[in-house]
Structure formats: C-alpha cells, structure tokens
C-alpha cells in the first residue's frame, strides 16, 4: 500500500495543479517530494531533517541571502514553516498568518485573528505561534485565545472558526496543529496558570469537534469521561488538585505512526507546580510529563 501510495504521489507531482492537495498519501511520500515541508515536522514521525543533497560541506560557505520579509515585530517568533507547491505558509505574533512565494518573498496573502491584546496576560511565555497544519485546500491554526481556524490555502479567507477552550480559564494556544485522517489535533497551553489539560480533535472539513481526550482526571464527584481517567485519578491525593485544573496541557509535541495507527502526545507539568499542594500524599499523578499514545479516530 505505501508503494502504491508513493507511485500516486510522483505521478501527481508530474503534473502541475493535480498533485496540490495535502493528505496522508502525499504525507506519506513527503520523501519524493524534498522542496516541500508539508507538515509541522516535515514527515509523520517529525523528524524535521530534509532529505534535500544540494548543500553540502564542500558548498556551504557560498550560502547567501535571497530575500527577507519584515513581521513588523520585535517579540518572539517560534514557527516551522510549511512549504507547500511554491508557497511558504508561517505564523508571527498574535496568531497572524502569512502566506509568501517561497522563491521570492513576495506576500500572496495573510490573515490577522484579531486576538484580544488583553489575553495576552494568560501567555506564560510571550505571544508566540509555532506555525500551522495543511489539509486538503486549507490552513488550521490555533489562536493565543484558544480559537481553532481553517482558512482557505489559496486566499486566507477563513472557513470555519471553532472556539476550543473554557473562555473563564487562562488557557492559550501557541502550538501548531497537526492533521491525521482527517482531524485536526489541537492542545492547549496553562498549566502555569491552573487549567486541566487535554488535547481535541476537530473534523477537517467543518469544524466539528470529533473527540476530547483529558490528560488529567477533574472533579471526582463527577463521572470520569474515559476509564483512563479513572485510572488517572487514583495516583491523585488531596483535594484541591481537580479545583486548580491539575495541569498537564498539551501545548505542543506530538507524532504519528501510520504503521501502529498511534498518535503520541506530550503532557505537560502540573499545576500548582508545588507536588505536596498539588498531591500532599505522593502519586505519579497521571498523565502529567509523560508520552500518551492515543488512537487518532
């Protein structure tokens, strides 16, 4: 199967305009086709290492610049951008998106969310982006005020928003997307802040939310929403963890393996930091600082 994917893609590539949009078979073959950087790492596995030859030791001094285009920014920027049939997709500050001719620098278009400045109090580390995802004809990106946007790759127009956080918690997203069968994956960031983490999956082509998966167990009083979590809960103590939020957001890191159809997240620290007012009587308190490997359907 993954031949017959690869021979798809190389005979797409063959012919300008078949071969421009972005899925799992094109992933998949993202080798063939060394001029592009579909996706947050280049490849499923986020290897993030070109299989590009042109530049070696014995050239590399001859390096030089081609062109520059100014953000208009002295804050920090964080993003891998994706370089898709000629364009170069990246993200600044405030969530902005730019879209450039990757030969020339030219602005082709770009797109300003209009992220509230006053949530920028909730960024624990300036209001970075660390870029976008791209699937089928569209751009997705997170928002620091926690919205999910599909934008259309050719125009920037924006066709569908989704907001994907409790706005009463000091949640953000800095993180980029990524995009496996089909759903988008996004966490979020807070847990300097007090929020209980978890990472969602939206449907590619309208929005809707397709699942939710907590990496910390909430109110015990409660039903848990997955039997992990109830396995989660009992390496918790005490009783204040689940009303800070516990933390464990899953602000960034993430990789697939389309062999074992598995998508490893990265869980992030607890909230409050402090383990003996977090969890006075010990615990591994799950699933803080750990890989999770989750079914992405």
Same mark, same amino acid.
């Given at each position: 199967?993954? #031949?017959?994917?690869?021979?798809?893609?190389?005979?797409?590539?063959?012919?300008?305009?078949?071969?421009?949009?972005?899925?799992?078979?094109?992933?998949?073959?993202?080798?063939?086709?060394?001029?592009?950087?579909?996706?947050?790492?280049?490849?499923?596995?986020?290897?993030?290492?070109?299989?590009?030859?042109?530049?070696?030791?014995?050239?590399?001094?001859? !390096?030089?610049?081609?062109?520059?285009?100014?953000?208009?920014?002295?804050?920090?920027?964080?993003?891998?951008?994706?370089?898709?049939?000629?364009?170069?997709?990246?993200?600044?500050?405030?969530?902005?998106?730019?879209?450039?001719?990757?030969?020339?620098?030219? !602005? #082709?278009?770009?797109?300003?969310?209009?992220?509230?400045?006053?949530?920028?109090?909730?960024?624990?580390?300036?209001?970075? /982006?660390?870029?976008?995802?791209?699937?089928?004809? #569209?751009?997705?990106?997170?928002?620091?005020?926690?919205?999910?946007?599909?934008?259309?790759?050719?125009?920037?127009?924006?066709?569908?928003?989704?907001?994907?956080?409790?706005?009463?918690?000091?949640?953000?997203?800095?993180?980029?997307?990524?995009?496996?069968?089909?759903?988008?994956?996004?966490? /979020?960031?807070?847990?300097?802040?007090?929020?209980?983490?978890?990472?969602?999956?939206?449907?590619?082509?309208?929005?809707?939310?397709?699942? #939710?998966?907590y990496t910390v167990p909430?109110?015990?009083?409660?039903?848990?929403?997955?039997?992990?979590?109830?396995?989660?809960?009992?390496?918790?103590?005490?009783?204040?963890?689940?009303?800070?939020?516990?933390?464990?957001?899953?602000?960034?890191?993430?990789?697939?393996?389309?062999?074992?159809? !598995?998508?490893?997240?990265?869980?992030? /620290?607890?909230?409050?930091?402090?383990?003996?007012?977090?969890?006075?009587?010990?615990?591994? /308190?799950?699933?803080l600082s750990s890989i999770?490997?989750?079914?992405?359907?």
């Open positions: 199967m993954y #031949r017959l994917l690869t021979l798809l893609c190389l005979l797409l590539g063959a012919f300008p305009g078949l071969g421009s949009t972005v899925d799992e078979a094109r992933i998949l073959a993202a080798d063939h086709e060394p001029g592009g950087w579909l996706t947050h790492g280049r490849n499923y596995a986020e290897t993030r290492e070109s299989p590009l030859t042109g530049i070696h030791h014995h050239n590399v001094d001859r !390096l030089g610049l081609a062109w520059t285009y100014e953000l208009g920014t002295r804050r920090g920027l964080e993003a891998t951008p994706l370089v898709i049939d000629g364009t170069l997709y990246t993200t600044g500050t405030w969530s902005r998106v730019y879209a450039l001719d990757a030969v020339t620098g030219e !602005l #082709r278009w770009s797109h300003d969310p209009q992220v509230p400045r006053a949530w920028g109090l909730n960024a624990c580390c300036d209001v970075v /982006n660390r870029g976008v995802a791209a699937w089928g004809e #569209r751009i997705f990106v997170g928002t620091i005020d926690g919205r999910l946007l599909a934008l259309d790759r050719q125009t920037g127009e924006v066709v569908w928003e989704t907001l994907t956080i409790d706005p009463e918690r000091p949640y953000t997203i800095t993180g980029a997307p990524r995009v496996v069968k089909g759903n988008v994956i996004i966490g /979020n960031g807070g847990s300097e802040y007090g929020v209980r983490g978890y990472v969602s999956a939206y449907d590619a082509d309208t929005g809707a939310l397709n699942w #939710r998966f909430g109110n015990p009083d409660e039903p848990f929403e997955h039997p992990a979590m109830a396995m989660a809960a009992r390496t918790w103590s005490g009783d204040l963890w689940w009303e800070v939020g516990g933390g464990g957001t899953v602000w960034d890191s993430m990789a697939y393996d389309p062999d074992l159809d !598995l998508l490893y997240i990265g869980v992030g /620290n607890g909230a409050p930091w402090n383990r003996h007012v977090r969890s006075p009587g010990g615990g591994d /308190n799950l699933f999770v490997a989750l079914r992405p359907e």
